[in-house]
């Protein structure tokens, strides 16, 4: 039998007025640091699953600041049926507003098949850092079908709307060496921030697997590949701690 879950996170400056967990998505308040409200999200069960439908809304009214990670990595795996599961998340981020989403990696296992959506709508000074890494099998196996897709609009304009897919059920050429190059852990960091109008990034390639890219507007998108979860962390993380203005 498939899930239809959805947990709900609204931060405003005073605290968390709604922090509503559903099925195999349960959400904890945190120990944070700084000014930041801190939220970790914690899988109550496995998902998702073949038909599973799970999404995740977080909105961050005007001035406020949140933190979002999650306890473990997610694990896309095949289900009774072979229906594609979905996982949509849906962030709002308000004026002078600031959302970090920092989850861990979303690991795609033999025989998955899952379609993962994110949608962002900031306002035009909210401040966005959001991580995304997707592992392309567990040790030793071959991967699942996955497709993702991160669209974000800032201020009503498109900010940057990416589709990636990979597995047997994407087209090929997925593995090639213009795309992964054999490699099976992949990720993107996007920093959204006003303090780039003014100062915006330099791109550049950084290594022999990652291009920094300054977006048309105040954002600067990393996108890499690495031969394992480890690496592909250490190097966004590396990225982070550089380019995150001041």
């Known amino acids: 039998m498939s899930i239809r879950a959805t947990a ?3 931060a405003t400056r005073d605290g968390l007025p709604v922090l509503d967990g559903d099925g195999p998505l349960a959400v904890r308040r945190t120990r944070a640091a700084g000014p930041y409200q801190r939220v970790t999200v914690v899988g109550a069960m496995s998902a998702p699953l073949g038909g599973d439908r799970l999404a995740i809304e977080a909105e961050v009214r005007d001035g406020a600041r949140l933190d979002v990670d ?3 990595a997610t694990i896309a795996l095949p289900g009774r049926t072979r229906e ?7 962030l709002a ?8 989403w920092l989850p861990e990696q979303l690991i795609s296992a033999r025989g998955s098949d899952l379609r993962m ?4 709508e900031l306002a035009a000074t909210a401040r966005l850092v959001l991580r995304e890494e997707q592992i392309l099998g567990r040790y030793g196996e071959e991967p699942g079908t996955l497709t993702t897709r991160l669209t974000v609009h800032r201020a009503g304009r498109p900010l940057l709307d990416q589709e990636l897919a990979y597995g047997p059920g994407a087209s090929g050429g997925w593995d090639g060496g213009a795309v992964l190059g054999g490699h099976r852990a992949v990720g993107q960091l996007l920093i959204v921030d006003p ?4 100062k915006p990034a330099e791109p550049r390639l950084i290594g022999e697997t990652a291009a920094l890219t300054p977006l048309a507007g105040p954002a600067v998108l990393l996108t890499a590949v690495a031969p394992d979860a480890r690496q592909l962390r250490l190097l966004l993380d590396e990225v982070l701690e550089a380019e995150l203005p001041v």
């Open 8 to 10: 709900r996170i609204v």
């Open 70 to 72: 999650s306890a473990a």
């Open 84 to 90: 594609q599961a979905h996982y949509d998340v849906r």
């Open 93 to 100: 981020v308000g004026d002078d507003a600031e959302l970090r």
């Open 117 to 120: 959506r994110t949608q962002v």
């Open 195 to 198: 303090a780039f109008t003014d």
